[in-house]
């Protein structure tokens, strides 16, 4: 076979290829489908580089070698060479007229699962392995992509530095759930102290060491040098709950600002989230508006909705006597001091503002030790971004950075000081108001998407009970 550099069928259908036309080119990709009659084929190709096909048109007698085209069926993996050509049929401009095609591998139509269009979602998860080549997957994945690549844009156009935090960690006091053991010791026969316990000074970190549930405390100690910095990596947390908004290995990202107060946290929260959603549209749009057609009809006007309006800030308080003179029916009923469900989330933003809302100033009982307290003694400065059909997408705060005030917190709440006084000296040797965020990277892909359920927004969903792929 002629050697030609391969084309992307994106450059071959969005770039401006005008100049190829009329030229041998190569192609490369996996089979969708192919049909057609004795005389002719028309196999459609796709690479993944984008979600539509190109059209490789076959003259079938004129082409030499009928076995190898009996074998390129949907699945198949080919080579073609060929001209590129305006096409004369409806839906792509132009198309391939093959001269040589290679075959790099079959699918057996008796076996291979993708064999015809339409599976269900959760069909898909089963076959994990292979669901990228569809095209929700294909889209889901680009999507991906593009928002990871525009939030590292946006810090880095904004003056922040990248903090790797480490996955695995030595200290759990976070509690944000809760967390996978990391260790080397023989399950058989590990190692045992005087009093009976497991002795970790044996395991391979000298200590109980587990993944982390949050990059934060971390990111704090680089925010309190660089100014301003975010992580984005993997958390992880051991928390049984099968819903549709919770993975056990899932993507954060967790700015963190030396000098900002939750005033500038929340502003940052807002233009951070609609910078991202605003490149999304710009950049995705093809993938968009097929998740739209397939999954959500009202996916692109959500997403204008969050760029176009002033997120509503307001404070816990004034949202839970929103709740109370709702006369709504709560599943779990409101009242001050508890924890607000998604219902309750959402009946705000869906039905009472109609858009994004901010809360602020939580009961501190309910929040993390390292939320810096109001002077009401009761609540603490954090500040919750709610978003329609989500609820929580973002939970941050202010910090504590008053030494007295975070360790007399820390007592209280139980937490070990052993494992928090590297944090601890942070408030000891130039401490500085400073605010942070997390953003669930897979509940935003939930939004940005359209999909319902969070396992069909990450390529391979680690949920109880699985993780086979
Ligand atoms: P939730 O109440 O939904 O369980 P959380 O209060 O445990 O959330 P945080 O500890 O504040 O969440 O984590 C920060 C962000 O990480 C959340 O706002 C959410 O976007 C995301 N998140 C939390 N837990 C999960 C999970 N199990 N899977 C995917 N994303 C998650
Ligand atoms: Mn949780």
Known sequence: MKELKRSRVNDLLKKDCRDLIGKEINVKGWVRTKRGNKNVAFIALNDGSIIHNIQVVVDVPAFQNEELLRNVTTGSCISVNGQLVESK?????????????TLYGTADPEKYPLQKKGHTLEFLREIAHLRPRTN????????????????????????FYYLHSPIITG??????????????LDFKSPPMDEGGNIDYSKDFFGKETNLTVSGQLEGELGALALSNIYTFGPTFRAENSNTARHLAEFWMIEPEMAFFDI????????????????????????????????????????LKLIVNSKFERLTYTEAIDILVDSGQQFEFPVKWGVDLQSEHERYLVEKHFEKPVILTDYPRDIKAFYMKQN??????????????RIGEIIGGSQREEDYDRLLSRIKEMGIHIEDVW????????????????????????????????????????????????
Not at 171 to 184: H, I, K, W
Not at 285 to 293: S, V
Not at 433 to 439: A, I, K, M
């Open 89 to 101: 049929g409806k839906g792509q401009q132009v198309e391939i007229l093959a001269s040589e095609i």
């Open 136 to 159: 929700t997957f294909g889209a889901i994945f680009r999507l991906r992509h593009a928002l990871s690549f525009a939030i590292h844009k946006y810090f880095n156009d904004n003056g």
């Open 171 to 184: 200290s759990d006091a976070e509690g944000a759930g809760a967390m996978f053991r990391v260790t080397t």
């Open 263 to 302: 005033h500038d946290n929340m502003d940052l929260a807002e233009d951070f989230l609609k910078y991202l959603i605003g490149y999304i549209m710009e950049h995705c749009e093809d993938d968009l508006l097929f998740l739209e057609k397939m999954y959500d009809k009202e996916l692109m006007s959500r």
């Open 375 to 388: 002077d009401d003694g009761k609540t603490v400065r954090a500040m919750d971004v709610l978003f329609p």
């Open 422 to 469: 590297w944090y601890l000296e942070t408030r000891k040797f130039g401490t500085a108001p400073h605010s942070g965020f997390g953003l669930g990277f897979e509940r935003l892909m939930l939004f940005v998407s359209g999909m319902g359920n969070i396992r069909d927004v990450i390529p391979f969903p680690r949920t109880p009970q699985n993780a086979e792929f």
